[in-house]
């Protein structure tokens, strides 16, 4: 675990400590399971974006593609019949094809990955709305879709939690993605990539080839949350629906240690950024705060860890010095003839 | 554009499957004035400024006559009188009733909120705690809703302890109703204020196995709020009726244009009540809708 | 010799782990000229950016004019007439070479407003320019400036400061001989105006020729000091590294084989119209001279696949290939040391080992997942066969000396099996114990089977290396000169398009 | 004019023609005036963003501080009888005072910009928020301040032509930036910092108080576009007001050539960056088009004269190298013993 992680680690601990000591509530297990389900759908959307900004991309279109393929999604199952495995496929399909657009009018067309996604933001919540004419999709009431419904928004007791399977989903794909980008080959290029496009290429790294995949990457990652957060809200209102996600997603991911030059960031700090995001939502409800301060909240809890983080990185850094000096001290009293260092 | 025409506009405050059904009056409505134009407009956000600039955008295009449901009616006054100096403007949904538009065409939020009151006394005898949910604190629909809710529980037992508001964002809207049932279990009524605030009440207290246990009220007629309804799951729902918004107000639109003003009234108001619905009426209702927007 | 104005006293510099400079004493006389010599990571640029008022120093005085200070910003340094040019270039791509020369100090119209009055900007960088003979235009953008082109700027840049003392850090590392001599002569000029200057160089015959003193640093200390007349290469040497250095030249144990590469009719970007042909021979160094811009660079990116070739063909062991990518030349075991290491060589934020690791990384993978185990433990038969000084190979390139780090380079590609390796500019900046290492380890290659394209500016370094000289002159082979026809005169004939 | 900037004037007439073309009434006096009057209040804050772009920085907050200081304005002109030039003066110092704390932030603190305004996005809102208690402040009804009204939301024929004084604001904005950014050594510095940090720094120059610089600017243009914005709407909903702004001016700065890697950008380009997009938006309004298409029209406008303007760089580029060629030849054929180029 690096040290970035473990910072958000406490602030995570103390955030939740402090809310549990004002209701205690926050540690019943229903309310618990609820928050998981959150960081379960929120997680899943972040790493994709993660992915990308590791690369030195962004993808603002997060939200956007979440509420495209989300009306699809629920348009095809219950408008148009299709059967929900077919239907899973086709819109995590979709999502690929999504990212690969953009992947290579980034590449190719060499155009700032702001701008390609920018404009995918614009075009795809537009395209919903259209393809909507601004109408909620949703299911009707009584429809049902058991089984589907069991594996996105279920939730199976384990020794007494009702655990939701979006957090399976979300340990299933931080576990995969960890994988990828901690130990893979693919994940080294990413890295890589994201540091130092130029000295990537000359070391045999086809640099296109990878952004491009993170692209692909995230938009499958994002069209799989999709159809979770689909069939939680289950309904969509096109105009709104997922709006401002992409910020939620680069916020975790920034959180969680990313920068947004690229090069940087740990899944593990993803996830972690996501559930700290989710438990101040949580803590805003449970404490009782006017809604409308829920983002002031947010905003200030962040700020503070950052800062605090940031004051404890400079004490350290203090600390290593004073110890060099130390060490010189050691070396300025040695005899002047000890052998050369080499 | 076929020459000639002159075109009526209907502009909402926002995209919602409510307006829906007053583009289906509106559809209604303009079979039977084939001389006009009629067009139905959606603001790409729910600002102030952003609807401001379709209804000037419709003035330049040369609209002969606007019906604005106005996302700010207390403070866009200046605004909608720079539209209606140049065309016919009538409101809808929300007033403006110090502007110079010429009629109103609507309902009583506060007229509403008091149905519902009323709703959750009748399910509430013996009192208790009530929370509601709404998309948007602080616009006007919500805050009269909510104000005639609480003029009519005042002085019993029941009580609305808070509102929580999701900006219209549905994961948080669910989300609110699960973190209001962990914070407070002895919860007995919640209330949606909004259309689709009803629908999450249910599915949240479905997933929970509550259903029936604790009250819900609701407004508007959502598929699934119209379903729980039906099941009796919701007390009941408390609906407007904007397919006579549309209709009635274009046709009174043209008529006005030209040149009989006999609909309109002195105060310009025209009030289209609400109707609770329940599980009595539910049946008819539903049946209603159906025909209203063409659906199978 | 007058007094020194300007004195360092027990100067000291500790980064976490690392002890940089330790209790280092040095002065400087108005007028006096000093070579800074050390081996990479000896801690000359850190003395001289603790002068430079980059660098906070953990401990000693700076003496200016008798006034003492712990420390320096740049604007003191500046103010006490410090003009620096760093080791690494400091230039902004997004503005022109003017911008780029008076950054900081530019002349302002008259009034409050402190417009920039770029008339009189441009007409302060001509006399500059024409000083230093260059080919390029006050109001050039810098983007389309070289490296070496760029490292001239920066040495206009102090000098218009008009400065009591110049610091070069290894100004000449990627010039050519003649940019250096003329280099060289305005030093001279600037001392005869009563200029200090203090020069940094890995390219012992340069402080040979300039410097008044020589100061040697030897792992943060100074170890000695030489007079004008005791300055020579050896003495340098025997300072710096404590013994004697055989010479450079090593033959090859066997003669040249047969063709590997063989360029027919290559054309690049820049010189479409002119064609390069060449070949390189199993187990022969060939050097490729010639000066500043005569696009040797754009050649070898063009071979290794970074650059599209504008016409021509290339043939590998006599079979005809295509490489439109980097990562075609290494799949036929064609390999490129890039001229700028930190930009294209290196990744600085990765450690050593995975550096190492990045071309070849599926070997060192099962099923895809990269095992570091092994990455580790070829890093450290790197270290060894290298002689990388680290104690550990997971530290982060970027903390090495440049030589160090132009080994890592290097180690890349000694991992993997080379057929082709293409050296540009394969000792800039890196010290003489190092660069006999690499020389070694080049001669090692090459008899060992490889053939070798080395780029070089370093005059010395293609007549004592190669096997082989080609002669670049505006994109066009000027002409090849055999070992017996190798010389200084020579190699310049061709490279100013003459014929020899 | 640089090629960037022409080629999006080329974009904006063409996008232009094409509407007046098919629907006459865009060239109508009233329409023109009123198009440009949103690009008076849009373009003062893009410019604002483009001043922290161009330092390789991120203003995330721009919507909020919109928001924020809206509310504030007027409550005091309307609520406390504050005169309104001493209400307008403290708008614009808090403006300043905000920038200079985000620029703090991110200097002394060394906060990444967009973990910095990303807390202030959040923040102010809900400050906001909870400050108007989510209700709509605005002008009651015959609140009138005739000369600030005038000033801010006024009219003025010039020869025929209802000119805003919105556009006088940007014109005179925009001139006072241009020379700023393009001819004064503050304007230099800020692309220096922008470009190289470390050799800006190594110049002498201090680049943190460049950065704080560019926040303060941006902070106190960002507060002269709220008071105009307010003045326009003469109401402001917390909850929504000027949500989104940050993205429109990210993308007018972007589109007028702004890198978000800093050290890029003209302020020609982002005020053309600004008319583009309000044009867009006046299009989907006149030509009828859906307005749930109104996004997706204004992201495939976009997306086409970014593709097209590649499309000619490259050409152009192609070209260049011809004509390289062509030179090249010329030199050949020179005499082989002419002095050496050096
Ligand atoms: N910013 C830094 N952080 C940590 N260590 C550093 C830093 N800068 C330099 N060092 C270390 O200080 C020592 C002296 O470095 P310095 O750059 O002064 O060497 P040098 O003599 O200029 O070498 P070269 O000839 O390679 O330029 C080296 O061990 C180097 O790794
Ligand atoms: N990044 C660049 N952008 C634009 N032009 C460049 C760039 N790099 C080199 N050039 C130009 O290309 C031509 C060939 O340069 P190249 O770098 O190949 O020469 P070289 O012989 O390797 O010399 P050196 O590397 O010593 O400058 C020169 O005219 C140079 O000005
Ligand atoms: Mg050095
Ligand atoms: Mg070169």
Redesign the interface.
Known sequence: MQKKDLSLLILIIVVGAVVAFI?P?FL?V??LS?TAN?VG?FGVFSIAEAFVIITGGIE?SVGSVIALLGVLFIDLIVNRGVNWMAASALIIAAGLVIGAVHGA?VTK????P???T??????Y???A??YT????A?????DSFPTLEWLT?GRTDVFGFPLPHTVVAIVVVAFVAW?VLH????G??L??VG??E?????????SDRVIVSSYIVCGGLTALAAIL?AM?????????????YE?YA??AA??GGC??RG?EGSILGVVLGTILLQVL??LV??L?I???????????V??IG??AD?YLVQRR?RA??A???L??GA??GAPADRA??? | EAAGKKTLAFVVNGASDFWKIAEAGVKKAQGELPNYDLQFKYPEQAAAAVQQRVLEDLVAAGAAGIMVSAVDPKNQTEELNKIASQTVLFTTDSDAPQSKRVAYIGSSNTDLGKAAGKLMLDALPNGGKCVGFVGLLGADNARERIEGVKETIKGSKVELVDVRGDEIDQTRAKRNVEDTLAAMPDVSCLVGFYSYNTPRIYEVLKEAGKLGKIKVIGFDEDPITLGGVKEGSIVGTVVQQPFEWGYQGMKLMAKYIEGDKSGIPANGIIIVPGKVIDKANVDDFMAQMKQMLGKK | MTEPFLELVDISKIYPGVVALDHVSFSVSRGEVIGLVGENGAGKSTLMRVLGGVVEPSGGVIRIDGVERRSLTVADAIKAGIAFVHQELNLFDNLDVAGNVFIGREPLYAGPLKLVDRKRLHAQVRPLLERLAVDFEPDTPLAELSLAQRQLVEIIKALSLDARLVIMDEPTSSLTLTETDRLLRVIAGLKAEGVSVIFITHRLNEVKECADRAVVLRDGRTVGALGKAEITPAALIRLMIGRDLKSLYVPPAAPPGKNVLEIVEARTETYPDRAVSLSVRRGEILGLAGLVGSGRTELARAIFGVDPLRGGSIKLEGEPIRIPTPRAAIERGVYLVPEDRKRSGLLLDFSIAENISLPDLASYARARLVKPALEIENARRQRERLRIRTPDVATAAGALSGGNQQKVVLAKWLSMRPKVLIFDEPTRGIDVGAKQEIYDMLRRLADSGVAILMISSDMEEVIGVSDRIAVMHEGAISGFLDRSQFSEHNVLQLAVGHTV
């Open positions: 209701n509530r019943l229903g309310n609820n959150q759908m603002l009018l067309m060499r155009i700032q702001f701008v390609v920018l404009c995918g933001l614009l075009i919540r537009g395209v709305r259209y004419e601004d109408a909620t949703g299911f009707g009431f009584g928004a994988i130990r893979s080959v693919f080294r290029y890295y890589a540091k130092n130029e000295a990537a290429r000359y070391s045999g790294i086809s957060i939680y809200t289950r309904s969509i209102s096109p105009a709104v629906h997922g709006s401002f910020l680069i916020a920034v959180l920068s947004l090069g939502q949580n409800n449970l009782g006017p809604s409308s301060l829920n983002f002031a909240v947010m905003g200030t962040i700020l950052v800062l940031q850094q290593a010095t110890k060099g000096r060490q010189a070396i300025a050369p260092a080499e």
